[in-house]
Structures are given as structure tokens and as C-alpha cells.
């Protein structure tokens, strides 16, 4: 009894006063902070799974408000030249695809499914592509020497791009074998 007891709490667990585990005794030391750390990053990557999809749906609608001022009123626009214009009206059909795209993986990841890394991953790659054409546009026509409110709106849209595309790329695909493994679990209900 007294051996069973000893590599009982060596296992990290109590035993209670009959020598049974769980019988009135507790868990504690290394077993128990084990779990306990599992528990944790398991809702520590819960939470950031929901604050990526929070982030991914702030680019789709961020995207579509870029638009409605482009289109609405042109308080985006950087000039107005043919060359500029020509080039800017290219980009809604595929800035809908990207924006699509991330309020599929956002909702995908909300509830945990898989899905979400493809989705993801093909918004994010299109955010990336599409960043790289701006930034060469800017880069030919010296768009970055006159920084205006409008070019400084799409300094900041060239970085989100070419950050926030890399960064869902790379997280979403760490992530993925937990997704797979969660995709057993009921999803959450929203």
C-alpha cells in the first residue's frame, strides 16, 4: 500500500484515505499543473482564434469602407490621372474575392472547423498579392514622395497587406492540426 501511495503522488495525484485516487483525495503537483497548463493554452488558442477572426472580418469590412469612399465621394483617391484611375478600378473585383474569402475563415475559425486554414489562407495570400501590386504602382509612379491624407491611408493599407497577410498565412497553419483535432467537438454556438 505504502509503494502504491508513493508512486501515486510521484504521478502527482493524492490518494484519498482508503488509498484511492479520487477518493476524497485531490489533484496537485507536476501531473495536475501539466493538465492545467494544457487547459490554458487550449483557451488561451481559443481566444486568439477569436480575436484573429474578429481581425480577419475588420479587413473584409475595411476593404469594402476603402471602396464606398473610393466610389462614393473619392476621399481615397491618390490622383486622378488615367494611369491611376485605370489601375484603382481593377482592384474591386478582386479586393471582394479577398474581402469573401476572410468572412468565410473568420466565420470558419469562430467555430473552430478547418476549413478556416484553406479560406484563410486564400484571403491572405490575395491580400499579399494585392499589397505587392500597390506597392509597386506607388513605387513606379513616385506615388510615396507626396504623402498626403489619401497616400498616408494607403501607406497604411500597403502594410496591413503585407503584415496582416503573412502573419493569417503562418498562424493559420500552425494551427491547423488543433483545428483538424477540434473539428470532432460541437461547434460553438454564435
Given at each position: 500500500m505504502r509503494a502504491r501511495r508513493q508512486s501515486v503522488e510521484r504521478a502527482g495525484l493524492s490518494a484519498g484515505p482508503t488509498g484511492a485516487i479520487g477518493s476524497?483525495?485531490?489533484?496537485?503537483?507536476?501531473?495536475?499543473?501539466?493538465v492545467s497548463e494544457v487547459v490554458d493554452r487550449g483557451r488561451r488558442g481559443?481566444?486568439?482564434?477569436?480575436?484573429?477572426?474578429v481581425l480577419m472580418g475588420?479587413?473584409?469590412?475595411?476593404?469594402?469602407?476603402y471602396w464606398i469612399a473610393y466610389f462614393g465621394w473619392?476621399?481615397?483617391q491618390t490622383g486622378e490621372d488615367a494611369a491611376y484611375v485605370a489601375f484603382e478600378n481593377a482592384f474591386p473585383l478582386a479586393d471582394a474575392y479577398m474581402a469573401a474569402c476572410y468572412l468565410a475563415a473568420a466565420r470558419q475559425l469562430?467555430?473552430?472547423?478547418?476549413?478556416?486554414?484553406?479560406l484563410g489562407i486564400a484571403a491572405a495570400s490575395a491580400m499579399v498579392f494585392l499589397g505587392c501590386m500597390d506597392v509597386l504602382f506607388?513605387?513606379?509612379?513616385?506615388?510615396?514622395?507626396d504623402m498626403t491624407p489619401a497616400m498616408?491611408?494607403?501607406?497604411?493599407?500597403n502594410a496591413a497587406c503585407l503584415s496582416f497577410g503573412p502573419y493569417t498565412m503562418?498562424?493559420?497553419?500552425?494551427?491547423?492540426a488543433r483545428l483538424e483535432a477540434s473539428c470532432d467537438d460541437p461547434p460553438r454556438k454564435s
Open positions: 476524497g483525495g485531490s489533484l496537485r503537483g507536476p501531473l495536475w499543473r501539466g481559443e481566444i486568439a482564434d477569436q480575436v484573429h477572426a475588420i479587413a473584409a469590412a475595411g476593404t469594402a469602407a473619392g476621399a481615397v469562430w467555430h473552430r472547423r478547418p476549413s478556416a486554414v484553406a506607388n513605387l513606379e509612379h513616385g506615388k510615396y514622395a498616408a491611408v494607403e501607406v497604411a493599407i503562418l498562424r493559420l497553419w500552425r494551427i491547423r
